[in-house]
């Protein structure tokens, strides 16, 4: 009796896989039926620190200087800028960690149908705020970067 009731509070203590959960929709939303811009100002509510800092930086930069390219000139969720929609939906795969009131949902796809260059695999950090599923942060680890380690200058100009 007592190693069943280990074994359950063991398994409850550790993290959870799955193939598809609330966290997986949140990520979804920015893949599915079209793709989204992550840094677009309409799905700030979607996010919390640190990746909002980069997002308020990016927002500064393109008021302050409207003909520079902003910091994120990409799809961070996509760690591209070209794609194709209908692959990017149809090959889209999504599998969640949860971790208390943290998660990671790994979201896999082709940009395109051909080319092995197109393959992507993106880490999305998110974290539970007043019941709601937040982005914290994306990871490509496809490219190894991390979006909220880009830099942004907030479009000041040089003196």
Do not use: H
């Amino acid at each position: 009796m007592r190693l069943t009731v280990l074994a359950a509070a063991l398994s409850i203590a550790a993290p959870v896989a799955a193939f598809a959960g609330p966290a997986s929709n949140a990520v979804k939303f920015f893949y599915v039926p079209e793709v989204k811009f992550e840094a677009d100002a309409k799905y700030r509510d979607r996010f919390t620190e640190p990746v909002t800092k980069l997002f308020d930086l990016n927002d500064q930069a393109a008021k302050n200087l409207p003909d520079e390219v902003p910091c994120i000139d990409f799809a961070p969720g996509l760690d591209a800028q070209d794609y194709d929609e209908k692959t990017v939906a149809k090959t889209l795969k999504l599998a969640e960690t949860l971790d208390g009131d943290s998660a990671e949902v790994t979201a896999t796809f082709n940009l395109f149908p051909e080319g092995d260059d197109s393959k992507r695999e993106m880490v999305w950090s998110l974290r539970k705020i007043d019941g709601q599923w937040k982005i914290a942060d994306i990871t490509s680890k496809t490219s190894g970067w991390t979006l909220s380690a880009l830099e942004c200058l907030a479009g000041q100009a040089p003196e």
